[in-house]
């Protein structure tokens, strides 16, 4: 005799025996026993989940000597019949391969003629969205009004492609995929009934890769069974799928939790020596962060949303502790980065070593050691420190004056800011911010309301690289005030709108923060609407250039 697949073999036979479908199987059972069947259904969802399995048990229900009845016998020559697929009143269609107008011309013809043997003539159209538009539209009255001896029972794993008028004419019912406990539990009962000896790291690795179909993971365990005499191992199923060891993501997680690029990059090696797939490696690192997520946002509390034993959860849950949530995410966002690389690139290899390398980066030092920097400042009169300069806004720059005081200027506005500079190359200068000398304590007295207008475009467009619609409000208005690091900012009364929506919590710290970093001093923001309000106006220079060409200010941002 021929051998039979552990997933024909353990088919349910009664609704009671499908798992993971009490939503569905419960439903339907109540409406048998009412007697309120319908003449069509509908089941939608993914691969090896049961839809069929349930078609056929409906079948059988409906037709059973005993019927129609919630528990079929399975003894009758119906049962029987419909079970081995030669039951002349029950017709499995391939909607995939009988998908044409001739093949529904010719059911249409058939539905008219009563049932052979059983109470119903019932259709079971696996993959019916496979159907042709024509197929469908010929279909349609049939559907709606069939002859009270037929019933419908429609597969689909695309729902989205079944027209909406047939959807209409249907009951449908959702099939959700199973959960990995659940299969665990099932495979468990399967090995012992079959004798198969496997660990549960093995059965927690083959649910985990079957994604939530069971007869995918009935299929595993069924190319595994050669082993049972030997036993059953987690490295197996590893092997077999590909799939990389936990063990293996813990160590390279940990390499990065201790930014080891180069351990990272030997434990890379090792699993490329394996031949496991590279994109599996991937995928499976994002997962293995996801998890590390759970577990630190949630503890043991969300532990059931980790599809691993229990010792592999306490793992987690100590490995997460030696991450922050930012590391984490931005660990989750760097490898996804990766994949999609991956994707568009002949490598896939160095995306990843490349998101290694990011994870793991903590900064470099200066070229220059700190006895250079000093003699390079000393001349100049400024402090290592403020010789120090980082990226800014290309609209203004921050320079000390010869009285130690900070000046903002609006760049290539005022010529003598730009003789203050040391000569340096122009492109350079356009992004470069000299950084306060330590010893000039910010305060008031550097600080007035004439120079923050003067350097009100430069930060707003510092407002603009935060949140765009901020600087635009912003813009709008214009400093009234300045007095003990609190700046009023003023608005005509048509912007009540822009106003509002800077006084939000959010807004106004982030308005505040830039404007406290632009300014080299912590300050608070507020907000009012002037009766009198007065624009701000261009600089002499500016409106002697607008007056000459008859133009007018487009933008406030230089090389935004």
């Known amino acids: 005799m021929s051998y039979l697949v552990l997933a024909r073999k353990h088919r349910p036979q009664i609704f009671d025996e499908v798992i993971g479908q009490e939503h569905i199987t419960d439903l339907i059972k109540k409406a048998i026993q009412s007697g309120r069947l319908h003449h069509a259904y509908l089941f939608c969802g993914p691969r090896g989940i049961g839809k069929t399995s349930c078609a056929r048990i409906l079948a059988k229900s409906l037709n059973c000597e005993n019927g129609p009845t919630v528990k079929p016998c399975g003894k009758c020559s119906a049962c029987q019949e419909i079970a081995k697929g030669s039951s002349l009143d029950v017709l499995e269609i391939d909607g995939a391969s009988n998908r044409g107008i001739d093949e529904i011309r010719a059911l249409r013809e058939n539905v008219k003629f009563a049932p052979g043997a059983g109470r119903y003539k019932i259709y079971i159209v696996d993959e019916v969205h496979m159907l042709t538009t024509e197929a469908f539209n010929a279909l349609l009255k049939t559907l709606e009004e069939p002859p009270e001896h037929v019933k419908f029972i429609f597969a689909t794993t695309a729902p989205h492609k079944v027209p909406a008028t047939i959807i209409s004419r249907c009951q449908r019912f959702d099939f959700k995929r199973i959960p990995v406990k659940t299969i665990v539990e099932l495979m468990t009962q399967i090995s012992q009934k079959e004798k198969f000896k496997i660990d549960q790291d093995a059965l927690y690795a083959i649910a985990k890769a079957a994604q939530g179909s069971l ?114 995410l931005k660990a989750i966002d760097t490898l996804i980065e990766a994949q999609e690389i991956g994707g568009i690139t002949e490598t896939v290899r160095m995306p990843l070593e490349v998101a290694f390398a990011k994870l793991t980066y903590t900064g470099e030092a200066s070229a220059i050691s700190p006895v250079s920097a000093t003699a390079i400042t000393s001349g100049a009169g400024i402090s290592p420190k403020a010789a120090v300069s980082k990226p800014s806004a290309p609209a203004a720059h921050v320079l000390k004056n010869e009285k130690g005081q900070i000046d903002l200027t609006p760049a290539g506005i005022e010529e003598e800011a730009e003789e203050d500079i040391a000569p340096q190359a122009e492109e350079e200068r356009e992004g470069i911010v000299a950084e306060p000398a330590p010893d000039a304590a910010p305060g008031q007295e550097t600080l007035n309301l004439e120079r923050i207008k003067r350097c009100w475009d430069t930060l707003t467009f510092a407002v603009s690289r935060e949140r765009m619609s901020l600087a635009t409000y912003l813009q709008e208005g214009t400093p009234l005030a300045f007095k003990d690091s609190k700046l009023t900012v003023g608005f005509p009364q048509h912007c009540t709108f822009q106003k509002e929506a800077l006084e939000g919590t959010s807004n106004r710290e982030i308005v505040a923060k830039v404007f406290s970093e632009r300014l080299g001093t912590s300050i608070s923001i507020a907000y009012e609407m002037s009766g009198n309000f007065k624009p701000q106006e261009e600089e002499s220079a500016i409106k002697d250039v607008l007056n000459t060409f008859q133009g007018k200010v487009v933008s406030r941002w230089h090389k935004e």
């Not at 990389?244 to 390279?252: A, H, K, N, R, Y």
């Not at 930014?259 to 020596?273: P, R």
């Not at 630190?296 to 229990?310: I, M, R």
């Open 215 to 328: 007869r995918d993971a009935l299929s595993i365990l069924d190319q595994l069974s050669a082993l049972s005499d030997e036993g059953i191992a987690a490295a197996d199923v590893f092997s077999m799928l590909g799939v990389v060891e936990t063990q293996f993501l813990f160590d390279l997680t940990g390499a990065l939790a201790q930014k080891n690029c180069s351990g990272a990059l030997e434990v890379l090696e090792k699993i490329i020596d394996q031949g496991k797939d590279i994109k599996q490696l991937n995928k499976d690192l994002v997962e293995h962060f996801r998890n590390l997520m759970v577990m630190k946002v949630g503890g043991k509390t969300l532990g059931k949303l980790v599809d691993h034993p229990v010792a592999v959860k306490e793992m987690y849950l100590t490995q997460c502790a030696r991450f922050t949530l930012k590391e984490i």
